[in-house]
């Protein structure tokens, strides 16, 4: 079967998150990705979980995730046969995904301009916390500036306290994202014009879009929303505890409400009068609805809502996701033998489908793995011309 994008070369220039998940969501499609390192490696090998597998102690957990389904080269763009080496495999690749500060890849004469005369029609996504353009494109920034500057830290802080960063990688995961859409769009636009472009992706614009509801709102006069005192849960807000973790409601409309307040065993508050009065009212709802999630299991309250048309949710752990039955029935987890950490389940692609699915053709590649095996396929070159540069410091 082939992939969706199985015509499509893809150079990988990037380090860290965001730049190698949309590499890979290129490579699941189809694409023959090809990852450039440094002779020293890119920081993300040493991203946790770093864990012990067939190759020994401290393998990347999350390198392996974000780099499956591609080669890995290992080039010297600091020397001028690095860049000119560089710029040969260039000419045949379609796209190219990077995360340098900009102004990096132009000072080593591989920049937008001058691959775009060499290789008509080449796509060049770049991902950075700022952009390409604008005052702060030279700062430094990384998950927590970015979640910070996008308002997202202030709109979750709890309870009075301080801003909230969420968990995780959240910003640069939306920045790839953004990535992987914005470079499938300019592969359609060169179908229709033979025009390649260059994707300017400032992870702080991709997470600030999914914020976009609060500015429509502030732009009509609507307030932040109404925080709650240091110490109080909040049943409409939730997640608030229950017998085996923690539970969340959502009673927007009047029949969540009403069946809810039913399934809980509070019919007394299944009015249409408590329904509208429902914000004004939660500290005197609170102390009868808490209580009475509080007696039941998340399962069982999951069950029981969902049949009732009631959208509710339950937090599951870590243990309980990776178990979760809905989840294995989609066939979302996929086993890789990613040789350093030896086989194992992984998330899958986000979205499905049904001509041309996601395949996972190999693992994340070692350092320099198919560095002798791209030189000679696409360029022609000699084990003695790779050794050479290999003796050089050009490759290794």
């Not at 957990?61 to 495999?89: V, Y």
């Not at 592969?187 to 260059?198: S, V």
């Not at 069946?259 to 609170?286: C, V």
Request: aromatic content about 8%; overall charge negative; proline content about 7%.
């Amino acid at each position: 079967m082939s992939g969706a994008l199985s015509d499509i070369r893809v150079l990988d220039l990037s380090s860290d998150v965001a730049g190698p998940y949309c590499a890979r969501l290129l490579g699941d499609f189809g694409a023959d990705v090809i990852k450039v390192e440094p002779p020293s490696g890119e920081p993300g090998r040493q991203l946790e979980p770093l864990v012990d597998g067939p190759a020994g102690a401290g393998a990347s957990g999350f390198f392996a995730f974000l780099n499956t389904n591609k080669r890995g080269i290992s080039l010297n763009l600091e020397s001028a046969q690095g860049q000119a080496l560089f710029r040969a495999l260039a000419r045949q690749a379609d796209v190219i995904v990077e995360s340098y500060a900009p102004g990096y890849l132009d000072d080593r004469r591989i920049g937008y301009d001058l691959l775009d005369a060499a290789r008509p029609g080449i796509i060049l996504t770049s991902i950075t916390p700022f952009g390409q353009t604008g005052p702060w494109r030279d700062r430094p920034g990384n998950d927590l500036t970015v979640f910070a500057l996008s308002g997202w830290a202030d709109l979750n802080a709890r309870g009075g306290g301080p801003p909230l960063k969420g968990s995780g990688h959240q910003a640069a995961f939306v920045g790839a994202v953004a990535g992987f859409l914005g470079a499938v769009a300019a592969l359609f636009h060169r179908d229709h014009t033979g025009e390649g472009q260059h994707v300017d992706v400032s992870m702080l614009e991709a997470l600030t879009e999914t914020y976009g509801p609060r500015f429509l709102g502030a732009q009509h006069g609507a307030g932040p929303d109404r925080p709650m005192s240091p110490g109080m849960t909040d049943f409409m807000a939730g997640p608030v505890p229950c017998k085996d973790g923690y539970f969340s409601l959502t009673l927007s409309r009047a029949h969540f409400w009403r069946d809810a307040m039913t399934e809980l065993g509070l019919s007394e508050l299944a009015t249409d009068e408590l329904f509208w009065n429902r914000q004004l009212m939660r500290k005197e709802l609170a102390p009868k609805v808490e209580p009475a999630i509080a007696r039941r299991g998340k399962y069982e309250l999951f069950e029981r809502l969902s049949m009732l048309r009631v959208v509710s949710g339950m937090v599951l752990t870590t243990e309980e996701l990776y178990a979760n039955l809905h989840l294995r029935d989609r066939g979302f987890f996929v086993e890789i033998d990613q040789r350093s950490l030896g086989k194992v389940e992984m998330p899958g692609a986000p979205f499905k489908m049904t001509a041309t699915p996601a395949e996972y053709r190999r693992p994340a590649p070692a350092l320099g793995e198919h560095t002798g095996e791209v030189l000679r396929e696409l360029l022609g070159l000699s084990d003695e011309d790779i050794e050479d540069m290999r003796r050089a410091g050009d490759v290794a």
